[in-house]
């Protein structure tokens, strides 16, 4: 997660329009080349462009982590003093503006820790370790329960958002970003080491993610997870300055480090978190789920079904009629704004077992519909507290792997996010084994 203010930022162009990044994204999570070096190159001209918040030598890094580490916890103890004064919450409005939230960053979070996969073939050189040992624990060892990347998704099926969301091309840019420095890592480790600087600092915006997710009962481990993993005493944030110091050559230093810089701004290409949550428009929303919806349920009611003198197929039947729609459904009384949506007739439709149109809208439309219909009324939410639900669950060990199985083959299992997948949970198990890089439990 990066820190830094940008003074130049880029515009969200020029990314390629037109589902570009998604097709790059989905070629290189296959193991495609997908051109993506010369992608890459473009990329990190932008990123020359850009200003950061770096330090002028990397021997003033620990100092400038640790300054940002107090400025984090300074502004989230701010935070907390105005949420007990009674201040709302400050990114999520209702549980629908989280679970797109949740949905918008998945593309990224499908790939959490790609960008170091190149480092794994560097096993034999102790100066990688720190990188080596980040990669292995956003794949959990090796362990379904503790994978970053199957966290994530338990999360989205949990949720009932395990279907992609439609999504504009540019929440692909990190995944993409990442996935490519992970395969190009070798020609780029100055870039890989900067990126993975930025990233691994513990941002504000995933403190108060994490506390406002909780709030609305969504259980935010996966969050929580990351406050403490990449912490910057002894977690990935102090493994990434320690790997800088470490492959920095002797001679060409300085060109090593303004390499690392451009790595470090490729966090701040396209929207930052913040700007992104604050993006989201409900009643938007709820009117391009329905524009979707529309067409499958054209011809699918009665024509005794009516709403101001026209049938239900006839408002589904064109683009476009459904603010009007939507206005019919109150004035008609099927929907009550601002009340417990168990009032409104409409509700009571769609959600339910019984309800006459159960199974219509997924878990995230009808979230959609409750907030709409809500507009603000609040109903009594649980809090889920992090890590209840995850860390209820036994360890189970898996299999063990083949034996004889070469190092190089492990590591191809261990790509993209196929490390998620079960036979590159036993890759990453193996692999752990065969370099003698497994970590030792106090004992
Ligand atoms: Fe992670
Ligand atoms: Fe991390």
Redesign the pocket.
């Known amino acids: 997660m990066t820190v830094m203010t940008c003074t130049s930022a880029p515009s969200l162009m020029p990314v390629e329009r037109g589902g570009g990044l998604q097709r790059r994204y989905r070629a290189l999570l296959q193991g495609e080349d997908a051109g993506s070096r010369a992608w890459l190159d473009a990329q990190l001209s932008r990123a020359e462009g850009m200003s950061d918040d770096l330090p002028a030598t990397p021997a003033q890094l620990t100092a400038w982590s640790h300054e940002h580490c107090r400025q984090v916890a300074q502004g989230h103890a701010q935070y907390l003093e105005q949420r007990r004064h009674g201040a709302a919450r400050r990114y999520f409005d209702n549980r629908a503006h989280a679970l797109w939230f949740i949905q918008q960053v998945a593309p990224t979070?499908a790939v959490?820790?790609a960008w170091l996969f190149s480092t794994l073939k560097q096993w034999r050189d102790p100066r990688y370790h720190g990188l080596i040992r980040t990669y292995l624990?956003?794949l959990g060892e090796g362990d379904a329960h503790l994978n970053?990347v199957l966290i994530y998704q338990r999360l989205l099926t949990r949720l009932g958002c395990q279907d992609p969301a439609p999504m504009a091309d540019e929440r692909y840019l990190s995944g993409t970003l990442q996935l490519a420095l992970g395969l190009h890592g070798e020609r780029y480790l100055p870039e890989v080491i900067g990126y993975n600087l930025g990233y691994e600092q513990p941002p504000l915006h995933l403190l108060i993610t994490t506390y406002e997710l909780a709030e609305l009962g969504i259980d935010g481990h996966?969050f929580q997870?990351?406050v403490t993993?990449?912490n910057a005493a002894s977690g990935?944030a102090q493994k990434a300055i320690q790997a800088l110091q470490q492959l920095s050559p002797v001679r060409g230093s300085d060109e090593f480090y303004r390499r690392v810089r451009h790595g470090y701004r490729l966090n701040d290409l396209g929207t930052d978190t913040p700007s992104l949550i604050a993006s989201f428009d409900l009643h938007a929303e709820l009117l391009a789920a329905l524009e979707r919806k529309r067409v499958f349920g054209q011809f699918m009611h009665a024509d005794h079904c009516r709403l101001q003198k026209r049938t239900i197929n006839q408002w589904l039947a064109e683009p476009g009629l459904m603010p009007g729609f939507l206005e019919a459904m109150q004035a008609q009384g099927w929907i009550q704004r601002g009340a417990d949506p168990a009032q409104s007739r409409w509700w009571r439709m769609i959600e339910g077992p019984s309800a006459p149109m159960f199974g219509v809208f997924n878990a995230y439309e009808k979230q959609l519909w409750y907030d709409w219909i809500a507009a603000g009324w609040q109903s009594p939410t649980r809090r889920v507290m992090p890590g209840s639900w995850e860390s209820g669950l036994a360890f189970k060990p898996l299999p063990a792997p083949r034996p004889g199985q070469a190092i190089d083959t492990l590591i191809e299992r261990m790509a993209g996010n196929r490390h998620a997948l079960p036979e590159g949970l036993l890759a990453t198990q193996a692999y752990l084994r065969a370099t003698g890089l497994a970590q030792e439990i106090p004992h």
């Open positions: 979070k959490d820790g624990e956003e970053h996966y997870l990351h993993i990449d990935h």
